[in-house]
């Protein structure tokens, strides 16, 4: 059994996906004389390894040189594609077997525990840069609701705070001049947030003129209060950002979870690291973040599709 020549594979990588089909072909009839594998098992084992080879092929370089590093952008790749993760965790064992086989005998093995990464049953949704401008614009600040609505906004993006933690937060949760709030995560873990002068104003102004008129006579602990003065639930904020986003002309649905995947998505865009996001997001654990690095994939692979000469 042959596997085809990788499409989009240009000349001066030839020799090298050459070489590449020439060990897949090895090891693929390896499995078919001396593993019986059924021809139905051997189509899809060509398959997947005929995306590795194209991937080799892409960053030219033989396949029996690829490194772990490698492997792991090549199924990082397959995640940001939007492949299910049943076919991602079929090719990692496809790979992992071709390099048992390509390096039995040899102390160094690549692709040896590979693991697709933790599934997610989709990419997480965020907005543009543009469309969080648009969103936060969208609140009339001549209103105490507006006041409100729009220190909620912009807190939110600066913070990512998930939206109970936001609701949850008392005025002496934030220090203002600091610019940087205490808030309780999951599992009660408290963690420190930054947020920026934009949010940080926003607030003042809000405390200053909207949530007193809000409030009226009532006291709350909470610092954002609804019309009557009462804590404003995550239903009643859901809406508020509901009827934003169609204001602002962001033509699909948004949520306050979008906005967290926002700010963590535009920061890892711009550099930041990702063990800095996880801390401010209160993730425990570092896989959890780095579905991040699957969305940023994803839109520079669109990128690149879009604007390169020769796709």
């Given at each position: 059994?042959?596997?085809?020549?990788?499409?989009?594979?240009?000349?001066?990588?030839?020799?090298?996906?050459i070489?590449?089909?020439?060990?897949?072909?090895?090891?693929?009839?390896?499995?078919?004389?001396e593993?019986?594998?059924?021809?139905?098992?051997?189509?899809?084992?060509?398959?997947?390894?005929?995306?590795?080879?194209?991937?080799?092929?892409?960053?030219?370089?033989?396949?029996?040189?690829?490194?772990?590093?490698?492997?792991?952008?090549?199924?990082?790749?397959?995640?940001?594609?939007?492949?299910?993760?049943?076919?991602?965790?079929?090719?990692?064992?496809?790979?992992?077997?071709?390099?048992?086989?390509?390096?039995?005998?040899?102390?160094?093995?690549?692709?040896?525990?590979?693991?697709?990464?933790?599934?997610?049953?989709?990419?997480?949704?965020?907005?543009?840069?543009?469309e969080?401008?648009?969103?936060?614009?969208?609140?009339?600040?001549?209103?105490?609701?507006?006041?409100?609505?729009?220190?909620?906004?912009?807190?939110?993006?600066?913070?990512?705070?998930?939206?109970s933690?936001?609701?949850?937060?008392?005025?002496?949760?934030?220090?203002?001049?600091?610019?940087?709030?205490?808030?309780?995560?999951?599992?009660?873990?408290?963690?420190?947030?930054?947020?920026?002068?934009?949010?940080?104003?926003?607030?003042?102004?809000?405390?200053?003129?909207?949530?007193?008129?809000?409030?009226?006579?009532?006291?709350?602990?909470?610092?954002?209060?609804?019309?009557?003065?009462?804590?404003?639930?995550?239903?009643?904020?859901?809406k508020?950002?509901?009827?934003?986003?169609?204001?602002?002309?962001i033509?699909?649905?948004?949520?306050?979870?979008?906005?967290?995947?926002?700010?963590?998505?535009?920061?890892?865009?711009?550099?930041?690291?990702?063990?800095?996001?996880?801390?401010?997001?209160?993730?425990?654990?570092?896989?959890?973040?780095?579905?991040?690095?699957?969305?940023?994939?994803?839109?520079?692979?669109?990128?690149?599709?879009r604007?390169?000469?020769?796709?």
């Open positions: 059994m042959l596997v085809p020549r990788p499409h989009g594979v240009n000349e001066a990588a030839g020799a090298r996906t070489s590449a089909v020439v060990a897949i072909d090895r090891y693929l009839a390896h499995l078919e004389l593993r019986r594998v059924s021809p139905h098992t051997l189509d899809a084992y060509a398959l997947d390894l005929g995306k590795l080879a194209a991937f080799a092929a892409g960053i030219d370089m033989a396949v029996e040189r690829l490194e772990r590093a490698h492997l792991e952008r090549f199924v990082r790749g397959l995640m940001a594609e939007g492949r299910s993760p049943r076919s991602v965790g079929r090719l990692v064992a496809s790979v992992r077997g071709f390099y048992r086989f390509m390096t039995a005998g040899a102390a160094e093995n690549p692709a040896a525990d590979l693991q697709a990464p933790r599934a997610w049953k989709a990419l997480p949704k965020f907005l543009t840069v543009d969080v401008d648009a969103l936060v614009a969208a609140p009339d600040l001549s209103t105490p609701r507006g006041l409100r609505d729009r220190a909620l906004l912009e807190l939110l993006y600066a913070t990512g705070l998930r939206v933690e936001l609701l949850a937060l008392t005025p002496a949760h934030l220090d203002l001049e600091g610019g940087v709030l205490t808030t309780l995560g999951k599992g009660r873990k408290e963690r420190m947030v930054p947020f920026g002068d934009e949010a940080a104003d926003r607030i003042r102004r809000y405390l200053a003129e909207g949530r007193t008129t809000l409030l009226g006579r009532r006291t709350s602990p909470r610092l954002f209060v609804n019309a009557r003065g009462g804590s404003l639930s995550r239903m009643g904020f859901w508020i950002l509901k009827a934003y986003g169609l204001q602002a002309g033509g699909r649905a948004i949520s306050p979870h979008v906005l967290r995947h926002s700010f963590a998505t535009h920061l890892l865009e711009r550099g930041a690291d990702l063990r800095a996001i996880q801390m401010m997001l209160g993730h425990a654990d570092l896989s959890t973040t780095q579905i991040y690095t699957h969305v940023l994939d994803a839109r520079l692979r669109s990128v690149y599709e604007f390169h000469p020769r796709p």
